[in-house]
């Protein structure tokens, strides 16, 4: 309070201190929000340029891949002469088709540079060695007597190379081996690897000139976030050194006594501030009372004054249940009641069934109202070696209602019975204790059964 009662002498004023700092916060926020939309922008663009690497090196590899692919199914085709190797062959050829899906992606995306430039010089000369790998098979199919009729179109229209319909089968093999692993063969896959690796040095040098570029604009952003951010800082802890300052001191105490739930004095403090606590303790010895009412009313029912729904879903959460036992009741046609005698009756039978549940079970039991004529009572305490006692609670409750008081309709009531169990949830209690009631209804009601 003294260092308020100075900063007023000198003309120091909280509201236009608050005007400028919330001038300032907006000012270096809104900064803040455009250096972070172009940081974001940047940041954006390397991870493009990044992925973008990523997947042009994945589809070059892919066609030095394929290329190998069809250069292992042809050689072994050519060695065992096992048919499942060509059309290993014409399946990745024709139909995955990796090497045709890598070219097209970076023509997409690099048509016009010298990596497209490399990847389609691997493609022409993985192409042409296509021809050699045709003249191995079909000289393969040859030797060996493979009927034409049931192979891939290319191969049925192909000759055999010059010379070699009169070679022997023998010979036929060997030649074609030798067509696809001499050193010719040999040479054309060096080119391939040599266009292949050319495309990946092209690749890397795009890709860092593209990250170079947005890495110094990315620097460059965040230093100036950075410096915007301690400004932001500072202006914050000017806020809190104000605010503790000129407010926190002076409500500090009278904050201490409110969570102590005790009257806030009304002799500190200016008049304003003096004024607020006189209101603050009417208003809050007013609240306590309707508290204490609204709490009860929250978990009591109106028409009974037991534990309605959600007093009962309260208890439920804090109940053993491994030493206690569930009751699911509901009075006996109790609609017919309602139909018969108007809603007045009902309500009075209701309160008369509530009153005997009320002094039949130990002060200690919850007896609750969870829904038009359904009760439910949660005995504690109670285990499986109270049966007999529990239903003979149940028929002395029956015999009570069966005599009507004044000019009362004589009711009876049905009741499912649960034993807690520590291994079991409140549903499946609950579940088995409304299943025992549907079989007291189902044998003529005005009873109880237990759930097993």
Known sequence: MKETSRTEKKGFSLRRVNRVMAIGMIVISLLLLFFAYRITDRFRNLRTATFNYIDWQRGAYDLQIASDYLTEQVRCFAVTGDVAYLWNYFEEAEISRRRDKALELLREHLGDTQAYD???????????????????????????????????????????????????????????????????????????????????????????????????????????????????????????????????RPLSYSVDRVRADQPIPTDQGSEEFRFLAAAFNQISATNRKRREALAYEAAHDKLTGLYNRSG????????????????VL???????????????????????????????????????????????????????????????????????????????????????VAFGDADLSFEQIFEAADSALYQVKKTGRSGCAFAE
Not at 198 to 204: A, S, T
Not at 315 to 323: G, P
């Open 312 to 327: 009962y879903d309260v208890l439920l959460k804090n109940v053993d249940w491994s030493t206690s036992a569930l009751l």
């Open 330 to 416: 509901d009075v006996d046609f109790f609609k017919s009641v309602n139909d018969t005698y108007g809603h007045e009756m009902g309500d009075r039978v209701l309160r008369w069934v509530a009153s005997v549940l009320r002094d039949s079970f130990r002060s200690g039991d919850y007896v609750c109202r969870i829904g038009g004529d359904e009760f439910s009572i949660i005995m504690l305490r109670t285990h499986k070696d109270h049966r007999d006692l529990i239903r003979q609670k149940v028929e002395a409750i029956n015999a009570a209602l069966s005599v009507a008081e004044e000019d009362l309709i004589p009711v009876s009531i049905s009741v499912g």
């Open 118 to 248: 490399a990847l389609a010089s691997a493609m022409k000369e993985s192409q042409a060695l296509m021809e050699r790998e045709y003249d191995s098979m079909r000289l393969i199919i040859e030797a060996r007597g493979y009927d034409l009729s049931k192979l891939p179109e290319v191969l049925r229209l192909r000759s055999l190379p010059e010379g070699a319909d009169l070679l022997s089968p023998e010979a036929q093999e060997e030649l074609a081996r030798e067509t696809v692993f001499d050193e010719g063969y040999r040479l054309k896959k060096e080119a391939i690897s040599q266009h292949m690796q050319r495309c990946l040095d092209e690749l890397v040098l795009t890709t860092e000139t593209l990250l170079y570029a947005d890495t110094a604009s990315f620097r460059s952003l965040l230093r100036v976030q950075q410096i915007l951010i301690i400004v932001m800082v500072l202006l914050v802890l000017s806020i809190v050194f104000l605010t503790a300052i000129l407010i926190i």
